[in-house]
């Protein structure tokens, strides 16, 4: 079975870090481009960035303004966002997903809540 | 970057009622667009992937149609199972973007 499983989020003080990782299993993780996505209380689903299976490509969203850092290492099938400078805005639940601009994204993990607050 | 829009933002309908969403590109993306069904604490679902192809295992009344700039999501006798947020995304180009949603509800 093809399955994604989030880990790493939790409460957070602005200002905090917290790294999220993403277990693949089910697949050949290393081929595939692998993406986070967000969503906000109340709000809608928001795609924070991309990363080719060879990691030589990397995409982010313009709101994130450099504070993020996608990475993946395919000998261990996981992804991870490295997220620096957190603000209350921040504070969603995270998904990771598989694919990218091809076939867009098909499989998703049940996300992980990062809250940042005070 | 490559804006969505999506209407209505939400509706309300009876099981078996035909329902249909659309959203539109505020440039063309060829066939690059999916169609997600979330439900609330759920990973979302894709239904519909490249316009109009049914994601393997989602039921019939399920489709999907549209090229370029304007899409629709049909769902042909809505179920009570069926009642969510759906939302397009595009993935023609970096970044990808999400229409806002429309929320589908009981009436």
């Known amino acids: 079975e093809v399955q994604l499983v989030e880990s790493g989020g939790g409460l957070v003080q602005p200002g905090g870090s917290l790294r999220l990782s993403c277990a693949a299993s089910?697949?050949?993780?290393?081929?595939?481009?692998m993406a986070w996505v967000r969503q906000a209380p109340g709000k809608g689903l928001e795609w924070v960035s991309t990363?080719?299976?060879?990691?030589?490509?990397?995409y982010y969203a313009d709101s994130l303004k450099g504070r993020f850092t996608i990475s993946r290492d395919n000998a261990k099938n996981s992804l991870y966002l490295q997220m620096d400078s957190l603000r209350a805005e921040d504070t969603a639940v995270y998904y990771c997903a598989r694919g990218g601009t091809a076939l867009g994204l098909d499989v998703w993990g049940q996300g992980t809540t990062v809250t940042v607050s005070s | 970057d490559i804006q969505m829009t999506q209407s209505p933002s939400s509706l309300s309908a009876s099981v078996g009622d035909r329902v249909t969403i659309t959203c539109r590109a505020s440039q063309g993306i060829r066939d690059a667009l999916g169609w997600y069904q979330h439900k609330p604490g759920k990973a979302p679902k894709r239904l519909i992937y490249t316009a109009s192809s049914l994601q393997s295992g989602v039921p019939s009344r399920f489709s999907g149609s549209g090229s370029g700039t304007e899409f629709t999501l049909t769902i042909s006798s809505l179920q009570p199972e069926d009642f969510a947020t759906y939302y397009c995304?595009?993935?023609?180009?970096?970044?990808?973007?999400f229409g806002p949603g429309t929320k589908v509800d009981i009436k």
């Open positions: 089910g697949f050949a993780f290393g081929p595939y481009p």
């Open positions: 990363i080719s299976g060879d990691s030589n490509y990397i």
């Open positions: 995304l595009q993935h023609n180009s970096h970044p990808f973007t």
